[in-house]
């Protein structure tokens, strides 16, 4: 039983394009995962805390430098508050937030 040749140069070409496609993919997930545990620094956007409010949901939010607390729900958002990351952690009696685990 012979495997026409055009069969064979079209799963060759398939696994090439596959081969490359696996290559791209790694190397662009090596690339944001280092560039999302960089921005962990304080320089990204980390929720600190949110609450239910009804249909509504109440969110404080540490964005760079700054403490943002809103509410979001269908109504739209409302602005609370806004604060320097020191002033927040002043007015919270401690240095820095403990790191949740689990």
């Known amino acids: 039983m012979t495997v026409d040749s055009s069969l064979v140069a079209y799963l060759l070409r398939v696994f090439v ?3 490359i496609l696996s290559l791209c ?5 090596r690339t944001f995962r280092g560039k999302t545990q960089r921005a962990k620094d304080g ?7 949110s609450l239910p409010l009804g249909k ?10 700054d403490v943002l607390a809103f ?3 269908a109504g739209g958002a409302c602005l609370m508050g806004r604060w320097k990351y020191e002033e927040w952690l002043d007015a919270q009696g401690a240095e820095e937030c403990p790191p949740r685990e689990g």
């Open 43 to 49: 320089s990204a956007v980390k929720l600190l805390t």
């Open 25 to 29: 993919a790694f190397f662009l997930v």
């Open 56 to 65: 509504d949901v109440f969110f404080v939010v540490r964005c760079g430098p």
């Open 71 to 73: 509410t979001l729900g």
């Open 17 to 19: 394009a596959l081969a």
